[in-house]
T-cell receptor, first 112, second 115 residues
Framework: QQQVKQSPQSLIVQKGGISIINCAYENTAFDYFPWYQQFPGKGPALLIAIRPDVSEKKEGRFTISFNKSAKQFSLHIMDSQPGDSATYFCAASGAGRRALTFGSGTRLQVQP | DSGVTQTPKHLITATGQRVTLRCSPRSGDLSVYWYQQSLDQGLQFLIQYYNGEERAKGNILERFSAQQFPDLHSELNLSSLELGDSALYFC??????????????FGPGTRLTVT
């Protein structure tokens, strides 16, 4: 019930392309869904987050799409750049508990 | 820079030993979370403190303990260390544990190597 499943495990995209990472959750009590970006040797950095009352949130080149009925959410990175090459984690929290349950991560490589 | 600080950055110790990891949350944040990141287990929640009191426990071993002090910094104590405890340990802070702002900001982590 606490799992968050993330796919794909790794992703290679050409510069200027769209990167798409998907996550699915089981616990319907989750009410906060953030995405984190992590570079090697660094801590996870909050990228963008969504609450289930909206189906989409956009911040610059990053968009979260949320499908409450399917219990799925995804991160879209438009115009992907080599500097976006990092590991991306989806997460979820809720049910009176704010600790984050993380997906397994996606290693994104943007080729120039 | 998230505003969360962690020391030390690296720690190398032997099996059976005890270590203490330190975290200072962002200014004004009352809640501190500890997470462990390992290759096989991914990022896992260990324990949360809010304004000095334990608020939630995750997959924290009995050999591990934590506390949050009046100045809101937190320490994670790991004892009787085993090889499998080698991992990155992150601290995150947030303004409120429930309601309001849910954002958690992570520190740079402490890399623990047990030999």
């Amino acid at each position: 019930q606490q799992q968050v499943k993330q796919s794909p495990q790794s992703l290679i995209v050409q510069k200027g392309g769209i990167s798409i990472i998907n996550c699915a959750y089981e616990n319907t009590a989750f009410d906060y869904f953030p995405w984190y970006q992590q570079f090697p040797g660094k801590g996870p950095a909050l990228l963008i987050a969504i609450r289930p009352d909206v189906s989409e949130k956009k911040e610059g080149r990053f968009t979260i799409s949320f499908n409450k009925s399917a219990k799925q959410f995804s991160l879209h990175i438009m115009d992907s750049q080599p500097g976006d090459s990092a590991t991306y984690f989806c997460a979820a929290s809720g049910a009176g508990r704010r600790a984050l349950t993380f997906g397994s991560g996606t290693r994104l490589q943007v080729q120039p | 820079d998230s505003g969360v600080t962690q020391t030390p950055k690296h720690l190398i110790t032997a099996t059976g030993q005890r270590v203490t990891l330190r975290c200072s949350p962002r200014s004004g944040d009352l809640s501190v979370y500890w997470y462990q990141q390992s290759l096989d287990q991914g990022l896992q929640f260990l324990i949360q403190y809010y304004n000095g009191e334990e608020r939630a426990k995750g997959n924290i071993l009995e050999r591990f303990s934590a506390q949050q002090f009046p100045d809101l910094h937190s320490e994670l104590n790991l004892s009787s260390l085993e090889l499998g405890d080698s991992a990155l340990y992150f601290c995150a802070s947030s303004a409120h544990p429930t309601g309001g702002s849910y954002e958690q900001y992570f520190g740079p982590g402490t890399r623990l190597t047990v030999t």
